[in-house]
């Protein structure tokens, strides 16, 4: 079973830019597709960017497609969220979520781990 942690989040000013990370224990997570959705009050869970995992395909949602890059690095079991360009519609709690030898899907309840969440706040 692999764990996840996320960091990285906080305040940011509109325009501006956060990486978020998502670490992996317990399990290397190179052998995982990796996913990260978001959160706002009172909506739902959405998609935002995910990665297969061999690192071939990355899959981004509208809203963030162009400001925002899935990445990973294996070696550190760690994936990275960058966001720039943030605006304050970014706003909500980040989670990770993983899922062996996936392709890099777009739907929750195709993943198996999630993190605990991190906040992200764009003022604006």
């Known amino acids: 079973q692999v764990q996840l942690v996320e960091s990285g989040g906080g305040l940011a000013q509109a325009g501006g830019s956060l990486r978020l990370s998502c670490v992996a224990s317990?399990?290397?997570?190179?052998?995982?597709?990796v996913g990260w959705f978001r959160q706002a009050p009172g909506k739902e869970r959405e998609f935002v960017a995910a990665i297969s995992w061999r690192a071939r395909s990355t899959y981004y949602a509208d809203s963030v497609k162009g400001r925002v890059t899935i990445s990973r690095d294996n070696a550190k079991d760690t994936v990275y969220l960058q966001m720039n360009s943030l605006k304050p519609e970014d706003t909500a709690v980040y989670y990770c979520?993983?899922?062996?030898?996936?392709?890099?899907?777009?739907?929750?309840?195709?993943?198996?781990?999630w993190g605990q969440g991190n906040q992200v706040t764009v003022s604006s």
């Open positions: 317990g399990r290397t997570l190179s052998t995982y597709g």
């Open positions: 979520a993983a899922d062996a030898y996936g392709p890099g899907r777009t739907q929750p309840n195709q993943y198996d781990y």
